[in-house]
């Protein structure tokens, strides 16, 4: 799907595709200890899975399957990100 905005034009499935590239090079750089490394972890996961989900989001049938699809993506971005926070309440 591309979206335009004040005259430019967005192709989501290639900015999703960069931001998971953007998010290993980063987690990269990150200095791994007992409390960085899960979450690094988690941080990798998420932020590549965006690219995969809304691929399948896009590929919906209705626009009320895409909203649910979506839906479902953010419900479970939160609840790795809630998840994360509780396994690692110290940091």
Do not use: W
């Not at 987690?27 to 809304?54: D, F, H, K």
Request: glycine residues 4%; positive net charge; proline residues 3%.
């Amino acid at each position: 799907m591309q979206t335009t905005t004040e005259g430019r034009t967005y192709d989501l499935k290639e900015r999703t595709a960069e931001f998971g590239k953007r998010i290993i090079e980063f987690a990269r750089r990150i200095p791994t200890n007992q409390i960085t490394s899960p979450l690094i972890s988690q941080l990798v996961r998420s932020g590549t899975s965006v690219g995969a989900n809304y691929c399948e989001a896009d590929n919906a049938s209705s626009r009320k399957d895409f909203k649910h699809k979506i839906s479902i993506e953010l419900n479970l971005i939160f609840n790795a990100i809630i998840h994360s926070v509780n396994k690692n309440p110290d940091s």
